[in-house]
């Protein structure tokens, strides 16, 4: 059958925070203009973010909570989606699939080009998609980490505008994949360079409504409108070029400066303000934009394989010993809501499972009680000579996460845990604890669009997978639960599914939820009209416009 404005299946329009604007704040799919506003051409936008990242190695940095803002405006993807979960049509204007999932077939708009004048053609997607299931790790490309690459079997070109996808098993994830925000489409020539080469943003070239003028490295990024573009996604309803002239994307490490300068005119967004000045920011009449996505919540990821989270008694009581209200109530708005899964309650999939980490001291102490923990002279428990200490490193893409990290420590300390904390800026972060295989604890989130897609993030059943939980293939029925979600063959199925891996991840405490997240939070200088915000949460600039 032929597919066309998809729609994911569930109460997916629960994604949406708020409906429209109203009193300078709300969390919809686009920013509103005054009433009768006519777009005005022409402007330049200047964006406040936190940091720029280490790399621009597209596969490696396209699902950065900073550089895929860039990526997002520079790029197309094959399919959209929007803030509601709705999945629409755009580099592919259509698209088939078999009875049984494995094989998709993909029709391409025509006319499409790269910034540099070359086809977005067939051969060009098969490139794209090629590298996003493989990557090549060899040479430090990562493939994009949540591609159902698990089951892929290979991409081939029918004619010009067709592209036919295989799998070896069912693969009802592939399509909502395409709109993630790890799968942009670069030209071939990119792709083909070498990472070092790939690192250099003005060599990767897009066929997005925006293209590099100049980067100053660890310090800004221009874009500028290209003029000939005309190929947006039908969903927002923008034909033609973009309005806006230039965007510039300015690292200011410090959330008051960035703030400050959006009060102050000097620049028309910033980027993840601190939650605690949303509603004196609202007061003075700016637009406050807190979208949420669909993905996972906020919480920590325990490494089985590191004490004291060998013990499956420690892991629980952390989940028991955090008082997720007091987090909420002291460091949130009303934006932010507590988790009741380890997914986001508006993943179609989700379900509530909050009562199997309920805040519970008293259980969390009995946990710990009758696996030999216990307490000393100094309140800190001990077993067989060891403390019952670890560290945490609060997460530099999520905005509040010290404060959280901090609230915690206070909350396991008085169980009689010792918690540490170290904190670093984005590049040490990715440095020190990205992949680092004896951190504790990771504090993590991450957006998908179909939950499908996690068993490559929980398990190591695949060369590539991440392996949340340092559990490798040793968990049975976790990889079970992984492949059996994985290789669904319909969603009422796979639903069934995702409930069981939700119960188990939990029951095994693998993850402590901590709250549903908002990580991309906008400021928004009164002028600024016709933002959108995808199902993933990144602002795109194609129809926005300032208004004098």
């Known amino acids: 059958m032929t597919i066309r404005f998809r729609r994911l299946i569930g109460a997916a329009s629960a994604l949406t925070v708020g409906a429209v604007l109203l009193s300078g704040c709300g969390a919809g799919a686009t920013s509103a203009p005054a009433v009768d506003a006519v777009p005005q051409p022409g402007g330049d936008l200047v964006f406040l973010i936190d940091s720029l990242g280490a790399t621009w190695i597209p596969n490696n940095s396209s699902i950065s909570s900073y550089q895929g803002h860039i990526w997002g405006n520079v790029t197309d ?63 430090g490309i990562n493939r994009i980490g949540l591609f159902p690459s698990a089951n892929y079997v290979g991409a081939e070109v029918v004619d010009a505008t067709t592209v036919k996808v295989s799998f070896s098993a069912p693969t009802l994830s592939f399509i909502p994949t395409l709109a993630y925000h790890g799968s942009i489409l670069l030209s071939p020539e990119t792709l083909a360079l070498p990472a070092e080469q790939q690192a250099d943003l003005t060599q990767d070239i897009g066929s997005g409504p925006f293209v590099v003028e100049k980067v100053a490295e660890g310090d800004s990024v221009v874009l500028k409108k290209r003029d000939d573009y005309d190929w947006g996604p039908e969903a927002v309803g923008h034909e033609g070029a973009a ?20 009060e102050s005119g000097q620049a028309q967004v910033a980027y993840n303000a601190s939650p605690q000045d949303l509603e004196a920011l609202k007061e003075e009449g700016l637009t406050v934009e807190t979208p949420r996505y669909l993905g996972f919540v906020n919480g920590y990821a325990l490494n089985t394989t590191v004490a004291p989270f060998d013990d499956i008694a420690v892991r629980r009581a952390v989940q028991h010993g955090i008082d997720r209200d007091e987090i909420l109530s002291t460091v949130y708005t009303e934006d932010w809501h507590a988790a009741e899964s380890f997914i986001q309650s508006t993943v179609p999939e989700a379900t509530d499972h909050s009562a199997e980490f309920a805040y519970d001291p008293e259980q969390a102490a009995s946990l710990l009680d009758e696996a030999g923990w216990t ?50 800026d984005v590049p040490t972060y990715g440095q020190k604890v990205i992949g680092n295989a004896a951190i504790p604890a990771t504090e993590i989130t991450r957006s998908f669009v179909d939950v499908g897609t996690v068993a490559g993030v929980l398990t190591a059943q695949k060369k590539g997978d991440e392996d949340w939980f340092k559990v490798g293939t040793s968990d049975a029925t976790l990889n079970d639960l992984s492949t059996r979600i994985a290789t669904a063959t319909d969603r009422d199925s796979r639903a069934q599914v995702a409930d069981e891996l939700q119960g188990y991840v939990l029951d095994q405490g693998y993850f402590v939820p901590l709250t549903q997240i908002v990580q991309r939070v906008y400021v928004q200088a009164p002028e600024v009209s016709g933002v959108s915000y995808n199902g993933l949460a990144y602002a795109y600039y194609l129809d926005a416009w300032l208004n004098d």
């Open 375 to 424: 307490p000393g002279a100094d309140g800190v428990r001990t077993k067989d000579g060891e403390k019952l200490s670890f560290t945490l490193y609060p997460n530099p893409y999520l905005q509040a996460s010290q404060a959280v990290d901090e609230l915690v420590d206070q909350q396991l300390t008085a169980l009689g845990f010792e918690v540490n904390l170290e904190t670093y």
């Open 77 to 139: 993807k094959l399919v959209y989606v929007d803030a509601e979960g709705n999945l629409s049509p755009w580099i592919a204007e259509s698209w088939d699939e078999n009875a049984d999932k494995t094989e998709f077939t993909l029709h391409l708009t025509e006319g499409v080009t790269f910034s540099d004048g070359s086809a977005l053609d067939a051969a060009a997607v098969v490139a794209n998609i090629e590298i996003w299931a493989k990557g090549r790790p060899d040479e």
């Open 243 to 262: 309005y806006l002239d230039t965007i510039t994307y300015k690292q200011v490490a410090e959330p008051s400066l960035r703030t400050a300068s959006v």
